[in-house]
Antibody, heavy 117, light 110 residues
Framework: EVQLAESGGGLVQPGGSLRLSCAPSGFTFSGAAMHWVRQAPGKGLEWVARIWSDGGSISYPDSVKGRFTISRDNVKNVLYLQMNSLRAEDTAIYYC??????????WGQGSLVIVSS | QSALTQPASVSGSPGQSLTISCTGTNDDIGSSYLVSWYQQYPGKAPKLIIYGASQRPSGVSNRFSGSRSANTASLTISGLQAEDEADYYCCSYTGRLSWVFGGGTKLAVL
């Protein structure tokens, strides 16, 4: 069974930084593209970042480009999201997701990030 | 990239069929069959129910079906059941290494 477990969320001040982690199990992590998707409280889903299986290709939407960095360690089997220069509008539940056929096939339970002073 | 357009809410009675639309542009749905749909219950993570515009993942009820025509994708739920009451989101790959979601549709089973 595919499982994804996010960690690292919490309360951070505006302008601060936070790093999320995602621990996968139940599939070959090194063979899967991975994503981060977020959901602000009471709002819809927003795609945040994608990394190819070998880490060779990465993409972001304009809303986080230059502030967020997705990375992965295929030896330790961990996906990361480094978030810098955080803003109030980055407050959300952050989900990691496994890509399959350009869809988000499996999701973690999410990690809540609150940006507030 | 603007969000795809979905109705904010839809409702139906048990046993009925209903369709949720998802409208995009030539830059997303209009140029890609890589449309997916997600079901989300309150407080839970989303679940993939349709990918490739019309394909169902293993284990997803065949009451869910998807289609795509021009700039619009649709999710049809047949034989509506109380357990279908949830939020539904469409998503399209844009072909430029990015993805865009719809705003979501709240389905109420009356």
């Amino acid at each position: 069974e595919v499982q994804l477990a996010e960690s690292g969320g919490g309360l951070v001040q505006p302008g601060g930084s936070l790093r999320l982690s995602c621990a996968p199990s139940g599939f070959t992590f090194s063979g899967a593209a991975m994503h981060w998707v977020r959901q602000a409280p009471g709002k819809g889903l927003e795609w945040v970042a994608r990394i190819w299986s070998d880490g060779g290709s990465i993409s972001y939407p304009d809303s986080v480009k230059g502030r967020f960095t997705i990375s992965r360690d295929n030896v330790k089997n961990v996906l990361y999201l480094q978030m810098n220069s955080l803003r109030a509008e980055d407050t959300a539940i952050y989900y990691c997701a496994r890509d399959s056929d350009y869809a988000f096939a499996n999701w973690g339970q999410g990690s809540l990030v609150i940006v507030s002073s | 990239q603007s969000a795809l357009t979905q109705p904010a809410s839809v409702s139906g009675s048990p046993g009925q069929s209903l369709t949720i639309s998802c409208t995009g542009t030539n830059d997303d749905i209009g140029s890609s069959y890589l449309v997916s749909w997600y079901q989300q219950y309150p407080g839970k993570a989303p679940k993939l129910i349709i990918y490739g515009a019309s394909q169902r993942p293993s284990g997803v009820s065949n009451r869910f079906s998807g289609s795509r025509s021009a700039n619009t994708a649709s999710l049809t739920i047949s034989g509506l059941q109380a357990e279908d009451e949830a939020d539904y989101y469409c998503c399209s790959y844009t072909g430029r290494l990015s993805w865009v979601f719809g705003g979501g549709t709240k389905l109420a089973v009356l």
